[in-house]
Structure formats: structure tokens, C-alpha cells
């Protein structure tokens, strides 16, 4: 029988997730599976369970992909191990701090993102913002104008750049092995393996229990990656210390897999050596999950994905806020109406919670990081938007309110989420996770805000609303 013909997407239209599963329904599902697997409890197999291992990867599995420390050349192999850990001793690995069951508690994890310019990453309450890689002729370029300065910034700077070089190359070289692996079908299908981000990963042996098959420890739990584009691939490049590289008795780092919600099908655990790169291919992402399950040292790892550039791109947050300074300032001139002015004050709450508290989250050390690189002259920019749109609210408060009820109600509304939003990173600030972190990469709030920016003057407004 003939495939199915898939449905023509226009040219340049993202390819859309399917609809997430909402909170309560996950918890439902999981109380289930909980209480299945009491009854029933799962079974995985690693590649010592020899054929029937292999025969479930190829039956359960065939979307996985792994290639072997051959895939690439030794030399940039080297030159990428020397990479991660430059890096890391750069400090540009941010430690991850993520919520689990509304507290924020420190991983096994840090990372840093790389990727196409204005490029960032949007997971779990976490914004990362990329380093543009780099080509060979624009770092020469690059050093060319800092013309040998000898300052420390420029030779840190220069450093920078000769590592994210590296992740470029690794980038071009995991595409042409996705496309080995998985030829597009048609023209539609062409950009499922045109990476536009990675995030890059530093991770320890600290990990918890794997719950559900007695995997052993993992300092990743199970998950989908989110903000993808749907049906593209992933594709993570491994390396991993020097101590699994020896011939002691180490434990290896491994990969992972299970379908997602389904406890009868066998899950797997693949070994991922020093140098490997494996492949999640078509839909895998969307219908399994996968896990990082521990092994001995540390391990670095390059993920390489099609992020979403419907939302989550500098082009993205600066036509939305110049769309809102411009009706910001039309209102306050007498010549704009009030929902335009109610719609730029919705912008102006998602660009300090979804923007500029995530830029500085990371700490003093991530800002610096950016600074005099692509982010940090943007950052300033929509800061001041910021300013902008924050003085408008306060002239349009000073000014009175006008006697549109509905409008009233709406912004009524924008200053009840603000405050939440505020008091939420008050909270976000204080946490324990953050206090135990070295000083540069605790978070902080932007400049010209501090943890209770703006909350007395938004209490007040609301009291003054319920005694109307």
C-alpha cells in the first residue's frame, strides 16, 4: 500500500507540538501507571540482554539512532572535548536550578546555550539565551578589529569564540549524519535536522533513583525536550572525562527510553561511549520519553534541536515591545485608545517575567558572559521598553482611571498578575537553591529593580479598586 501523503505546510510556517497534556491530566495518568506497576512491574534491557536487546530497539525503538565514536574525525573529537572543558573553566556552565512540585532545587546539571543569532530556549520556568556559533571567517573578522588588544575581556572573548566555532562544526557534522540516517522525504520535510540551538551540558554523578525500572541512579529524570519543533530531530554528541576513558572497572553513562504513559513495552538502557552521538528521529520525542542515567566522573554533551522561532527569537520580543511603546505613547498623547493601551501593558508583563527576570536569573556571571556579545546591547534595549511601558502604567495611574468599565476590569486584571508575577520571583530570589550557589551565578534582579520591585505601588492601586 502506498504511504500516506503528508499535508503541505507553507514555506517558512513552524511546525507545530501537539496539544501538551495539561498538569492535573499528567498527575492522573501517573497515579495510574503508579498503581499498574505495583500490580505489573515494568522490565528493561541493556545491551548485556544481547539479541532480545537489539530486537526491542528495532521494534520499540527504530526512530533511535546511535553512531558510534567513528562518526567524526579524532581530531575534532579532540577539539571538542578541549571545548567543554574550556568552557567549563570559563565558567560559562550555569548551574540549572528547576522547579519540582513549586520548589526550586539544584540539578546534577549546568548549561550554557549556543545556537543561531537571537536564538534562545524556553523550558520548565527557565529562559537560556544563545551564544551565536561561530564560522571561521567571522572570528578572524572579529579578531581582526580587536587587533591583538592584550586585554583580559578580548582574550577571554577570543577564547570564547574559538570554542563556539567548535560547536559549529560539531553542528554541521551532526546534520549531515541526520540526513545519512533519515533522508527528508520531500521539500516540507527538509529542515527536520536544521539545528538552530544546542544546549550544551555539564553533568556530575549526583543523581536520584530512576523510579519506575530500577535503572539505577539518573541525574536526568524522564522527559519529553520541550519548546522543539514537532516531528524534528535530536541529535546529542557525548563526551565524557577522562576516567571513563580508562580500563578500570567504570560505570558508563547511558541513555534512557521508554514510551511515554506504557509500562508493558520494555524499556531500554543504551550505553552512550565517549564520542558517540545518538539520534532521536521523526516523532520519538513526541510519543517516548527518555532519561540520563548516571555513570562514573562527568559527562559533557552537546544537544543539538529545531527550536521553536515563532515566539522565542529576539526578532520575536523586539516587534512586540516597539508594537507596544508605540501604543503606550499614542495613549498618553491623547491620540490612542485604551485597548491598545491595555494589550501594550500585557507585552510589558511578559517582557519582565518571560525576558529580563530570566536573563538575570542566572546570575551577575551570565550577564557579564553577554555583555559585549550579541544579548547584552538587546538586553539594554528592551530594558528600556521596559522603563517605557512601566512609566506609562504609573502616568496612566496618576492621571485617573478612565470610566470604560471594561477596560477598568482589564487593567484591574494586568495589575493582578503583575503583582503575582512579582511576588512569585520575590520568592524565586529567596529560594535555598539559588543561596547555595557561588555568589556570580546566584540570582538577582534586573538592573534598576530589586526582589519587591513595584508591589506596594500595584497593592495600593487594587485596594483603592475595591473601595469603588
Not at 188 to 216: C, Q, T, W
Request: with cysteine.
Amino acid at each position: 500500500m502506498p504511504p500516506t501523503r503528508k499535508k503541505k505546510r507553507p514555506h517558512g510556517q513552524e511546525k507545530q507540538q501537539k496539544h501538551p497534556l495539561s498538569h492535573k491530566e499528567k498527575l492522573r495518568r501517573r497515579e495510574l501507571l503508579l498503581a499498574e506497576m505495583a500490580r505489573n512491574p515494568p522490565t528493561f534491557l541493556t545491551e548485556k540482554d544481547g539479541e532480545s536487546f537489539y530486537e526491542t530497539l528495532r521494534k520499540h525503538y527504530a526512530d533511535f539512532a546511535i553512531s558510534d565514536t567513528t562518526w567524526i574525525s579524532s581530531n575534532l573529537h579532540t577539539e571538542l572535548h578541549d571545548a567543554f572543558v574550556g568552557l567549563n573553566g570559563l565558567g560559562f556552565f550555569t548551574p540549572q536550578i528547576m522547579q519540582r512540585r513549586s520548589r526550586w532545587s539544584k540539578t546534577g546539571v549546568a548549561r550554557m546555550l549556543v545556537g543561531d543569532e537571537g536564538m534562545t530556549y524556553f523550558y520548565n520556568g527557565v529562559r537560556m539565551f544563545a551564544h551565536p556559533w561561530l564560522s571561521l571567517s567571522t572570528m578572524q573578522e572579529k579578531n581582526h578589529e580587536k587587533n591583538g588588544s592584550g586585554k583580559l575581556a578580548d582574550l577571554v572573548s577570543e577564547e570564547l569564540d574559538s570554542f563556539l566555532l567548535m560547536f559549529s562544526k560539531l553542528n554541521e557534522a551532526l546534520k549531515s549524519e541526520a540526513t545519512r540516517l533519515c533522508p527528508p522525504n520531500d521539500a516540507d520535510d527538509a529542515d527536520k535536522h536544521n539545528f538552530n540551538i544546542s544546549l550544551v551540558n555539564y553533568m556530575d554523578s549526583s543523581a536520584g533513583e530512576e523510579p519506575y525500572y530500577g535503572m539505577g541512579n539518573q541525574t536526568l529524570a524522564w522527559h519529553h525536550d520541550d519548546s522543539v519543533q514537532a516531528g524534528t530531530t535530536i541529535a546529542v554528541y557525548s563526551a565524557l572525562g577522562a576516567e571513563n576513558n580508562t580500563k578500570t572497572n567504570t560505570k558508563p553513562w547511558k541513555i534512557g527510553l521508554k514510551r511515554a504513559w506504557d509500562i508493558k513495552t520494555p524499556g531500554v538502557a543504551v550505553t552512550v561511549p565517549d564520542g558517540s552521538a545518538y539520534f532521536m528521529l521523526q516523532e520519538l520525542n513526541n510519543t517516548h520519553q527518555h532519561c540520563v542515567l548516571t555513570g562514573s566522573g562527568f559527562r559533557f554533551s552537546s544537544t543539538h534541536r529545531v527550536g521553536k522561532v515563532t515566539s522565542d527569537t529576539w526578532d520575536f520580543i523586539n516587534k512586540e515591545c516597539q508594537k507596544a511603546v508605540e501604543r503606550n505613547d499614542a495613549f498618553l498623547k491623547g491620540y490612542g485608545n485604551l485597548e491598545d493601551f491595555v494589550e501594550a501593558q500585557q507585552v510589558h508583563t511578559r517582557l519582565e517575567d518571560n525576558w529580563l527576570r530570566q536573563f538575570w536569573v542566572h546570575g551577575r556571571h551570565h550577564a557579564e558572559s553577554h555583555e559585549k556579545r550579541y544579548w547584552g546591547p538587546r538586553i539594554r534595549l528592551l530594558m528600556d521598553f521596559w522603563t517605557q511601558l512601566e512609566d506609562g502604567f504609573q502616568k496612566l495611574l496618576d492621571k485617573g482611571l478612565p470610566s470604560n468599565t471594561h477596560c477598568i476590569d482589564q487593567l484591574i486584571s494586568i495589575a493582578k498578575e503583575r503583582l503575582e508575577m512579582r511576588r512569585a520571583w520575590e520568592k524565586r530570589y529567596g529560594a535555598d537553591a539559588y543561596a547555595e550557589l557561588d555568589i556570580e551565578h546566584r540570582a538577582c534582579p534586573p538592573p534598576g529593580m530589586d526582589s519587591q520591585h513595584g508591589q506596594d505601588a500595584l497593592e495600593e492601586f487594587l485596594k483603592s479598586m475595591q473601595s469603588i
